[in-house]
């Protein structure tokens, strides 16, 4: 039966049937018809007819095919017992059948008893040891108990039998991926796109690949070959729009999760992305909607209230930006940024005390130039140049080319009156930064001080 052409197949064993009621040979070809269809429990039922017709053969090695057909279809239905009943069957008259052993074990394996498993996808390899198919029903099996070491070697077995299985190049791909042998799972991937052009889960995890060893050009190739192949698979879109993102390609990043909330709207990834994308391109309303719509449902996403308190104080919504780095705090303890961005949003509201305390948490979790920078400019924003200029000098101490640190230690210092510290620092500041704001802002005060 070519495919296609089964319900012309079938209308012509119903009408051998008719004509003949005992034609076995019509029950068995039309219950395969049904099964190729993966209309089961008609082909059951055509295979039972067939069976007990022919059971008054003297002969029960004629009965051998149908049990063993039946049995493959019991596999595919789930009913692994009866399948198990039937190969036992078959090679109680053909005891050196290796497929037979194969299929047994793979009902084993999937009734979860892989002691079985492997005793029947042994004896199918002692029978036969060329079997291509048996080395990898036995590697699956060793694959589903994360035996990659076993796994690996039968798959490795299996492609010297048989050089050109796409699915076992695939699945050795999926091995060298997990253990991280990144080189090797790409050729394995490549081997299987040679065989089978147009296999979707090999570019996406080629894909997948090429983005682990930050090839971000050659992961977006593959995963837009992918949605090529299959437009209306969402994770091609996911894979996609994440390495974009590490490209800082926001636009495609905006496209492609707002493609993949349209086919799983239930993704809380992409809306988070989506956020962030906005964030980056300082779209802060749609940021804010985007990352809301996912709060009810990631209640424990530290990253997720981080993203929104930002959000919020860039629009200047400061309950909403505390709220947020407050919820972060309490998710992680220990996030010293959530605290930093937090004591922002107090000084940009004038609560200094607080802002100060909040910088100086986050400090003392994770010392860092840009805190210490800000500190100081909370001090310099109540006069406190003295402890300002404490703050700029860590600063500086922690990272000795922070243009902004000396540009504050310069008006710091020229706020007490010390010109030749001022000078001195803003000189600094324009040897160290590229900024050429900054630049302009340096020169400027520079040639007050200087005229």
């Known amino acids: 039966m070519r495919q296609g052409n089964y319900s012309d197949a079938i209308a012509n064993y119903n009408k051998a049937i008719q004509n003949s009621p005992n034609f076995g040979l019509a029950y068995f070809n039309r219950g395969l018809a049904y099964a190729d269809q993966l209309k089961y429990k008609e082909a ?15 002969s029960t090695e004629e009965l051998s095919p149908l049990y063993y057909f039946r049995g493959v279809t019991y596999i595919n239905q789930g009913k692994q017992e009866q399948a198990i009943k039937d ?19 793979e009902a084993y394996k999937r009734s979860g008893n892989y002691q079985q498993a ?17 080395y990898f029903d036995r590697g ?5 108990q994360s035996n990659y070491e076993k796994a690996e070697l039968d798959f490795t077995k299996g492609l010297q039998l048989s050089p050109s299985s796409s699915g076992i190049y695939y699945q050795r791909g999926l091995i060298y991926f997990n253990r991280e042998n990144i080189a090797e799972a790409i050729e394995d991937f490549k081997k299987v796109l040679q065989l089978a052009q147009n296999h979707t889960d090999s570019y996406l995890k080629r894909g997948k690949a090429y983005y682990y060893l930050k090839n971000y050009a050659s992961a977006i190739q593959d995963f837009s070959k992918a949605i090529q192949i299959e437009p209306e698979r969402f994770d091609g879109y996911y894979d996609r729009g994440i ?5 800082k390609d926001f636009n495609q ?9 349209q086919l799983n709207p239930l993704n809380v990834t992409a809306y988070n992305y989506l956020g962030s994308a906005y964030l980056k391109q300082g779209k802060y309303d749609l940021a804010v909607d985007n990352l809301s719509r996912v709060v009810g449902s990631s209640q424990s996403d530290t990253y997720l209230f981080f993203n929104l308190g930002y ?22 303890k220990d996030y010293a940024e959530a605290y930093h961005n937090l004591g922002l949003v107090y000084a940009d509201q004038k609560e200094y005390q607080k802002a100060v305390e909040s910088i100086l948490d986050a400090i003392k979790l994770k010392p860092d130039t840009y805190m210490y920078n800000n500190l100081g400019t909370v001090y310099a924003d109540q006069k406190q140049d003295e402890k300002a200029i404490e703050s700029y000098n860590e600063a500086i101490r922690l990272d000795s080319n922070n243009d902004i640190a000396y540009g504050n230690l310069g008006r710091a210092y020229r706020r007490l009156g010390n010109v030749n510290k001022a000078i001195q620092n803003f000189k600094k500041a324009l040897q160290v930064t590229k ?8 020169l400027k005060s520079l040639q007050e001080l200087e005229s």
Not at 140 to 144: I, Q, T, V, Y
Not at 253 to 261: A, N, P, R
Not at 311 to 332: C, D
């Open 253 to 261: 990043v905006i496209s492609d999760f707002q493609k993949v909330t």
């Open 118 to 134: 492997f005793f029947n996808y042994d004896k199918a390899i002692e029978l036969q040891p060329n079997s291509s198919i048996a």
């Open 243 to 247: 390495a974009a993102y590490e490209q």
């Open 140 to 144: 699956m099996a060793f694959l589903d």
């Open 311 to 332: 959000a919020f104080a860039q629009l200047g919504k400061y309950e909403g930006a505390e709220n947020n780095y407050r919820r972060a705090i309490e998710l992680k």
């Open 44 to 58: 059951i039922d055509d295979y039972n007819q067939s069976i007990k017709i022919f059971s008054s053969s003297p």
């Open 87 to 105: 190969f036992n069957t078959v090679l109680k008259s053909t005891p050196k059948s290796a497929l037979s052993y194969v299929l047994k074990g």
């Open 435 to 442: 900024d050429e704001a900054l630049r302009r802002q340096v």
